[in-house]
């Protein structure tokens, strides 16, 4: 999915504004990170990165460093391999509002 920047605000293009604010597009997502393509995608970044965390750590997570694509034809520049706490940081307090809907329906 790919979004769009209107008066300061960014919402997903293509009409998921409201999916977006309402958490409808969660589903989908989650489907997605259970898909055959995601895992797929997740291994090749797990092996571009050698297994390994920015920090030098085990990587044991894959983190979308963006939202522009649709899910399963996001490019591998925009994942990296992250450990846990890294991950954890990635979404500190200036967490986007799309993490903040998936970590709150976790």
């Not at 999915?1 to 999916?19: F, I, L, N, P």
């Not at 995608?41 to 030098?56: S, T, V």
Request: one cysteine or more.
């Amino acid at each position: 999915m790919s979004y769009r920047r209107d008066s300061g605000k960014r919402y997903w293009a293509r009409g998921y504004r409201t999916e977006f604010e309402t958490g409808l597009w969660w589903p989908s997502y989650k489907a997605y990170l259970a898909s055959a393509t995601w895992a797929d995608k997740r291994r090749r970044a797990l092996e571009r990165d050698e297994g390994l965390c920015e920090c030098g750590e085990t990587a044991t997570e894959v983190h979308h460093t963006s939202y522009h694509y649709r899910w399963g034809e996001e490019p591998l520049y925009v994942l990296v391999s992250l450990c846990n706490a890294c991950h954890a940081k990635r979404h500190g307090k200036d967490e986007k509002p799309a993490m903040q809907i998936i970590r709150s329906r976790r």
